[in-house]
């Protein structure tokens, strides 16, 4: 197994997403958003492209994806939440689809309890991934039946973990091939 690829895998098995109770609970500029963000998905964060930008957070506003800031400058962990959210899951999923599983999830949960259900699944769905390619990472043991009404975000955050793992494990392994040349 290549060394980076399992040092990789090891911290990423150990993610956890912040939950609800702690996101800030107070008024950020869109800079402070945009390094929280970049700090707590620092994960997906790869030489080629931002995170997330200035321009994405007014599409998404724009879009109705999320709520609008208030008072134009000001956000807050509904946004921090909703932001989190689009950009894991717009790795994988369309646009469209992410606003209806919002939209679904959020009124069959409540906002706060549906953020919270996509971090654990998240992190779930990393941790079970990685443990099929790292023979020292072991499944979650808070893996359990999926509920009918989980199926789409528990796809949904597995399709997400397959992919970030494959592109991963993919972009060292180009690195080290271009290394050897």
Not at 42 to 68: G, Q, R
């Amino acid at each position: 197994m290549d060394k980076k690829f399992e040092e990789w895998a090891k911290q990423v098995s150990t993610l956890h997403l912040p939950r609800w109770e702690e996101l800030p609970d107070m008024d950020l500029y869109r800079d402070q958003v945009i390094t929280l963000i970049e700090r707590y998905l620092s994960f997906l964060a790869n030489d080629d492209e931002k995170i997330i930008t200035t321009s994405m957070i007014n599409n998404y506003v724009k879009w109705k994806m999320m709520p609008a800031p208030n008072r134009k400058k000001q956000y807050n962990r509904v946004h921090l939440g909703y932001l989190i959210v689009i950009t894991i899951l717009k790795q994988v999923v369309n646009i469209k689809d992410i606003k209806n599983g919002i939209e679904l999830l959020a009124s069959q949960r409540g906002t706060h309890n549906a953020y919270n259900l996509f971090c654990l699944q998240m992190e779930i769905s990393l941790k079970n991934v990685l443990a099929l390619c790292v023979d020292s990472i072991s499944f979650d043991e808070k893996y359990k039946a999926i509920e009918e009404d989980e199926i789409v975000l528990s796809m949904g955050t597995l399709s997400f973990a397959s992919k970030l793992v494959a592109v991963k494990k993919l972009e060292l392994e180009n690195h080290e091939i271009k290394n050897k040349e």
